[in-house]
C-alpha cells in the first residue's frame, strides 16, 4: 500500500468517525469519535511520529477541570 492509499485510507476513516460523532447520543461516545477523527486527521495531515508524540503529550498533562 502506498503513502497515497494510507492518506486516503485515514481520510475515509476519519469522515467515518465525524459521521459517527453526530449521530451518536451518548456524550462519552461523541467524543471518542470525535478524537478518532482526530488521530486520523494527525495521519494524513502530520508526521505519524509527531501526531503520536502530541497526543501522549496532552494525555500525560493534568487537565484543567480537575484543578
Do not use: F, I
Not at 19 to 39: D, F, I, N, S
Request: no cysteine; hydrophobic share 35%.
Amino acid at each position: 500500500m502506498s503513502s497515497v492509499d494510507d492518506k486516503e485510507y485515514y481520510y475515509q476513516r476519519a469522515e467515518s468517525e465525524l459521521e459517527m460523532a453526530q449521530r451518536a447520543e451518548v456524550p462519552e461516545a461523541v467524543k471518542a469519535h470525535y478524537t478518532l477523527a482526530g488521530y486520523y486527521l494527525d495521519k494524513v495531515y502530520n508526521d505519524g511520529e509527531t501526531a503520536l508524540a502530541d497526543s501522549m503529550t496532552s494525555r500525560a498533562q493534568p487537565s484543567s477541570s480537575m484543578a
